[in-house]
């Protein structure tokens, strides 16, 4: 059973910064590509961003270009999202997901939405706000 966890949401302040991780279990990660996503109190889930199966190639929405920055480290099974700079619009549970439909060393990111990804975590709260 593929399994992702996400942990490192927390509450910070504006201009602050936090580092998600996205774990697997039961699966080798480094075949997929992985998103993040996020869903703020009252609106739709979004994408936020994507990296290849090999980590060289990534994409992000336009709202956090800049600030966030996803990697991967195939060895630990982890994809990381590092965010600096945090705004109160980026208060949200942010999810990790994997596109479940290209396995291998060669995937790349699908366009950054719901339905291309699979394998959902439970999410992890993320508050900014002083």
């Known amino acids: 059973q593929l399994q992702l966890v996400e942990s490192g949401g927390g509450l910070v302040q504006p201009g602050g910064s936090l580092r998600l991780s996205c774990a697997a279990s039961?699966?080798?990660?480094?075949?997929?590509?992985i998103s993040w996503f996020r869903q703020a109190p009252g609106k739709e889930r979004e994408g936020v961003s994507c990296i290849s199966s090999s980590g060289g190639s990534t994409n992000y929405a336009d709202s956090v270009k800049g600030r966030f920055t996803i990697s991967r480290d195939n060895a630990k099974n982890t994809v990381y999202l590092q965010m600096n700079s945090l705004k109160s619009e980026d208060t949200a549970v942010y999810y990790c997901?994997?596109?479940?439909?290209?396995?291998?060393?060669?995937?790349?990111?699908?366009?950054?939405?719901?339905?291309?990804?699979?394998?959902w975590g439970q999410g992890t709260q993320v508050t900014v706000s002083s």
């Open positions: 997901a994997a596109d479940l439909s290209v396995v291998g060393p060669g995937s790349t990111c699908p366009a950054l939405e719901e339905a291309e990804f699979g394998s």
């Open positions: 039961g699966f080798t990660l480094e075949y997929y590509a």
